[in-house]
């Protein structure tokens, strides 16, 4: 599986991202697929996540309302939208795939994904 994260980038407070992850390598409707961040000096945190088959998602709370994650299965691309941007939404955003059984929820740890990107910076300046 490969993973290649694009769109990030510097914006202001307030304004809006969407970053990409073209996948490739499988075919994922058995697959999860989220959005980690870190902050440095940080751990690296769980974002969103969907279950590719059915798009099921989670998120976690501080983005609730302000980010949407979605997926593209006819160009098997992962994208998350960033609205209303803060100065603690800084850090090196990461896509992530691992195979999800449809027994087993969506993982929020990062140790439930197998497969990862590079990243992306996103800066917000306040």
């Known amino acids: 599986v490969q993973l290649v994260e694009s769109g990030g980038g510097l914006v202001q407070a307030g304004g809006s991202l969407r970053l990409s992850c073209a996948a490739s390598g499988r075919t994922f409707s058995n697959y999860a697929m989220g959005w980690f961040r870190q902050a440095p000096g940080k751990e690296r945190e769980i974002v969103a996540a969907?279950?590719?088959?059915?798009?099921?998602?989670i998120y976690e709370d501080s983005v609730k309302g302000r980010f949407t994650i979605s997926r593209d299965s006819t160009k098997n691309t992962l994208y998350l939208q960033m609205n209303s941007l803060k100065p603690e939404d800084t850090a090196v955003y990461y896509c992530?795939?691992?195979?999800?059984?449809?027994?087993?929820?969506?993982?929020?740890?990062?140790?439930?994904?197998?497969?990862w990107g590079q990243g992306t910076l996103v800066t917000v300046s306040s």
């Open positions: 992530a795939a691992s195979p999800l059984p449809i027994t087993r929820p969506l993982g929020r740890m990062r140790s439930e994904y197998d497969f």
């Open positions: 969907i279950r590719w088959g059915t798009g099921t998602t």
